[in-house]
């Protein structure tokens, strides 16, 4: 087991407050939130519990820092992005210790993705932050007036993100809200505060101006649901499971937020009989695993092919026993544990339904269940139909339903038997069936031949229930930049 550094056990033993207008403050309350290690159910510390009124307070902070925000030289604003990135890089140890701690993953998966990905993202905003241009129109009706637009912030921006990827999520919100201007209010999950509250030591550190980055702690009813309905909130950008997104609608309705809501997923693989089988199976196995099985696209319905479904089967039920169970800090451990009690619960439960509804577990893993902590068995069925629970719902655990088709047709109709529509992936050598198929998949991203790639300047987001909007890229900006029309007489 690798040791904890000292300075993130000194980090996690502070008095954990919320981060309003640049300061440290207690929350207005006396309630706690309990903090903990996923690996062995023991409580790591305590972080403030925000309610209605300190959600007040944060929202003020951001509205008063909104007009130096605003008219900061997008330079400035750039440098600032950018050098909380490099921070981060040069903390990048001490940030994955802090999320497998805190969230379960292990060390190594925080290391190769998440640090990257968010200082990359971090980064790549910095560079927009000097790029957002209206533009000039011709009227039809004559020449006679100037006519262009301008690319404006909405104003103060809610962010609630999601605890399977706790510093991530972050730089997914911060990054093009600060980089178009906006001022923020952000509520990491209950579940894993850690991370979102050291950012915020760096945000001081920085120098960004006070207030316009606001960290409130807190629970779902007691935070995010006065963050979401706030009137002086003017945008509401949302990661996380859909029965909760449908409420942050129905409370943004009382001044019309804006939204960007990325929801849950019931990604399809598609397995062609021509795909290159080593990597599909490696693929598959990723899609579905990766971060416990915690990921909104996780491709967790694997569709095969008759002629190759019993050797993928096989195959990937091989290459699951693989997998060792353990602590996130354990360098041997390749899964780590869920991030809650609730959450092995729920997992445990589907995984139950599958059996009692009818499917097969074929999987054999090797490796023993922890007795401590919140670790699921990976675990692969056969045998399920349309129906059934683990086949409908998404479960968001590690947990493969592998089924099959004969031909393209079906295949596509397999795939687009859900009400989610966030990922999918399609295995071929077949260039034009590639073509038909991802034509053919009612789904926000697509991926051949591989699975799960994110990159900052590559849009990213839903269809059906899925969500709207869309996170990474330059289309990401367009939900925090409102544009005005600006008409001259010029007579």
Known sequence: MAPVMDSVASFISREHQLFIGGEFVPSKGTSRLDVYNPADDTV?????????????????????????????????????LWNRGTRITELADEF???????????????????????????KYYAGWATKLEGRTITPMGGSNFHVYTRREPIGVVGAIIPWN??????????????????????????????SALRLAEIIREVGFPDGVINIVTGDGPGAGAPLAAHHGVDKITFTGETTTGQKIIDAAKGNMKKMSLELGGKSPSLVFADADLDAAVEGTFGAVYFNQGQCCIAGARVFVHDDIY??????????????????????????????????QTRVRGFIDSGVEQGATIVSDAQSPVPEQGYF???????????????????????VAVVGK?????????????????????VWTRDSARVHRVAAGIEAGTVYVNTYGMFDPAVPYGGFKMSGFGKELGEESLDSYLQTKTVWVNLD
């Open 310 to 343: 019993d050797e993928f089967t096989q195959r990937l039920v091989d290459r699951v026993s693989q997998i060792r169970l353990g602590p996130g800090l354990d360098p041997d451990s390749t899964m780590g544990p869920l991030v809650s009690r609730e959450q």
């Open 96 to 122: 994955a210790q802090i999320d497998t701690l805190n969230n379960g993953k292990t060390t190594a998966d925080a290391m190769a993705v998440d640090i990257p990905l968010v200082t990359g993202l971090l």
């Open 165 to 194: 990827f706790p510093l991530l999520m972050c730089g997914y919100k911060l990054g093009p809200a600060l980089a178009t201007g906006n001022t923020i209010v952000l509520k990491p999950a209950e579940q894993t505060p850690l």
């Open 376 to 398: 699921v068995r990976p675990t692969v069925f056969t045998g399920a139909t349309a129906d059934m629970r683990i086949m409908r719902e998404e479960i968001f655990g590690p």
């Open 405 to 425: 088709f004969s031909d393209e047709e079906q295949a596509i109709a397999a795939a687009n038997d859900t009400a989610f529509g966030l990922c999918s992936g």
């Open 44 to 80: 790591l510390t305590t972080a403030a519990a925000a309610g209605a009124e300190d959600i007040d307070a944060a929202v003020a902070a951001a509205r008063a820092a909104l007009p130096e925000w605003r008219a900061l030289p997008a330079a400035r604003r750039a440098e600032l």
